[in-house]
């Protein structure tokens, strides 16, 4: 019995220094958040801002939203995330492309855009057609379409970039604006080139200064003009702005009044950007929007300049991808091959 006793006293003096010991730690334990093992910190990559970059995939041209996400892709260490946008019967198409070639190690997202939200809104100018078609308009709803981010890239499709995007992200916009673009009268080296071919860099030539809503703006019609081809837009004025609203009030007065069309300058998406933005936009660094590539398949820039540009875009007519057009080596540079076959270059020994 003594033996007993003098066990059953050990057994009690082990659970109270058990119990001693479980207290203690509770009361001095470390802090989680100073144990190495056991934060839940995020990577460096994973801190780092995003940076959203948005281009559309449209039926038919689809190589040249390839080419161009490929160049940004190859030129920056940034954490870029694409928003692909597209039509729903194109989507499967570059989704396919993407994830069965060598950029199926990107950040990207498909966004569908529904063209319905244009009814109405567009009048039919059988001039330029290309220009009416619905993603032409996709700028328009970056807000809509585009929900977690303060500060987003809008860029063309037919564009492909030398530079590392992050500079053109940095871009700063003056308070109050929603958006910067390139003027188009920003680079004197590029005068020359749009006095040869005849285009357009002004109000006037966008404009219908003939009808009385437009004289009624009251602004000069040798005001230089804006390419919205290449934006960076702050997401929180474009909506406080009510900028897609202001836009869709001129495409509504557009197919009731004819105030723009195809036939001028920069077509049906140009002109209710250069109403609503009209002193109310900063500006992107000149050598961040080299543009007109595509407006004559006779008109070249010089190597040199070309090779300092960080961002080229074929607007106009003559597409890389197409025949005739200029300067294509530097486009099919970034150009990967369609897995399916369905998208080819056209070119002349085709």
């Known amino acids: 019995m003594a033996l007993l006793k003098k066990i059953n006293q050990?057994?009690?003096?082990?659970?109270?220094?058990?119990v001693c010991a479980i207290l203690y730690n509770k009361v001095h334990q470390v802090p989680s958040a100073l144990k190495n093992e056991t934060v839940d910190l995020e990577s460096p990559e994973e801190m780092e801002e995003e940076i959203p970059v948005v281009i559309c995939a449209a039926a038919g041209r689809m190589g040249a939203a390839v080419a161009a996400i490929s160049s940004i892709y190859s030129n920056t260490e940034a954490n870029v995330l694409f928003?692909?946008?597209g039509l729903k019967t194109t989507i499967p198409h570059i989704r396919r492309w993407i994830e069965n070639s060598k950029l199926k190690e990107i950040k990207f997202k498909v966004v569908e855009f529904n063209p319905m939200v244009l009814k109405g809104k567009i009048r039919q100018d059988a001039s330029r057609p290309e220009l009416l078609q619905p993603l032409n308009f996709v700028r328009f709803y970056l807000p809509l379409l585009i929900q977690k981010h303060e500060k987003v890239i809008y860029l063309d499709d037919d564009i492909i970039v030398q530079g590392d995007i992050q500079?053109?992200?940095?871009?700063?916009?003056?308070?109050?604006?929603?958006?910067?673009?390139?003027?188009?009268?920003?680079?004197?080296s590029t005068h020359e080139m749009v006095r040869s071919v005849g285009m357009q860099n002004t109000y006037m030539g966008f404009l219908d200064y003939r009808k009385q809503a437009?004289?009624?703006?009251?602004?000069n019609p040798s005001t230089c003009s804006f390419n919205p081809g290449v934006i960076?837009?702050?997401m929180t004025e474009w909506k406080h702005q009510r900028i897609t609203k202001q836009l869709e009030k001129w495409m509504q007065r557009n197919v009731e009044e004819n105030l723009y069309s195809s036939t001028l300058g920069g077509g049906v998406a140009t002109s209710p950007m250069?109403?609503?933005?009209?002193?109310?936009?900063?500006?992107?660094?000149?050598?961040?929007h080299i543009r007109h590539l595509g407006w004559s398949p006779d008109a070249h820039y010089s190597e040199h300049f070309l090779q300092e540009a960080k961002l080229l875009h074929w607007n106009g007519r003559y597409k890389?991808?197409?025949?005739?057009?200029?300067?294509?080596?530097?486009?099919?540079?970034?150009f990967i091959p369609d897995p399916s076959g369905k998208f080819?270059?056209?070119?002349?020994d085709s």
């Open 214 to 219: 437009i004289r009624d703006l009251g602004i």
């Open 320 to 334: 890389p991808w197409d025949y005739p057009s200029v300067h294509t080596d530097l486009w099919e540079n970034w």
């Open 344 to 348: 080819k270059l056209i070119r002349l």
């Open 274 to 288: 250069l109403i609503v933005f009209h002193g109310k936009y900063s500006t992107i660094n000149p050598m961040w």
């Open 232 to 234: 960076v837009a702050n």
């Open 10 to 18: 050990i057994l009690l003096l082990l659970l109270v220094l058990t």
């Open 83 to 85: 928003y692909i946008v």
């Open 167 to 188: 500079e053109l992200y940095d871009t700063k916009l003056a308070p109050g604006h929603a958006a910067a673009f390139s003027d188009d009268c920003d680079l004197p």
